[in-house]
């Protein structure tokens, strides 16, 4: 027993405990600063997700981009802003107008029903559907000591009977799609659907496979898009959070 509380004490909370303002390394890409009268445009070939574009103005669509840094210039940045998500496709393509100020503020606006049937627990089924474990790992980092989403009351489920939710990760593959369906049927009403990840908003690297069967997205809507290759536990938890209780 003493031994515990000495090692509790020397240990001390290692959970982050302002997850909406938690440091980041400078390092880390996330939301792009856009600007083609400081420098020359780099040729638009060198994007592998085909989400960098320039038609009399430049853009980047986070749901398709990697975060590579192949086209980071003069003209194009990326900032260690991390608070990526959006609840419409739409607010995923970044002009140069658009501050992640701005972003921040409009990405996301919280329903009052979901609020008032979320916000205080969340559980979530995760589906792989054909990813390349990079966002599972993230995800599953989300309930480590560090992040500790359990203690906002989201979490993740084994049981889709359990769920509030599905969480997909990956391109969705012909393999893949008919369990996927499956799982978003087995949860019960009223229910969300979170895309996580380029490869699962847009297809990624792997958009023009002719072994993907995205019909899945055509038949049911979307509630939240979380951009990142792979997603990063603080882009996901403060864009569920956003969504769940408008804070």
Partial sequence: MFDTIK?????????????KNAPIKEQFR????????L???????????????YDKELSIDMGKCTFCGNCKCEA???SNKYKLGAASREKLIITEDVTYENYEKTAIKAKKEIVKIFSKSLKLRQVSAAGCNGCEMELNACS???FDMGRFGIDFVASPR???GIVITGPISENMAWALEDCYKSVPEPKIVILAGAC???GGVFQNSAKLNREFLKKYPVDLY????PVHPLTFINAVLSYITGK
């Fill in 144 to 146: 480590n000591c560090n």
């Fill in 162 to 164: 359990h769920a509030d």
């Fill in 226 to 229: 979380i951009p990142g290759c």
């Fill in 76 to 78: 194009i940045a990326f």
């Fill in 7 to 19: 090692l509790k004490c020397h240990q001390r909370n290692k959970y982050i405990k302002d997850i």
């Fill in 30 to 37: 996330g939301f792009p600063i856009l600007n083609s009268n």
């Fill in 200 to 202: 699962a908003i847009s």
């Fill in 39 to 53: 420098g020359n445009i780099p040729d638009i070939s060198c994007c592998p997700s085909n989400a960098l574009k």
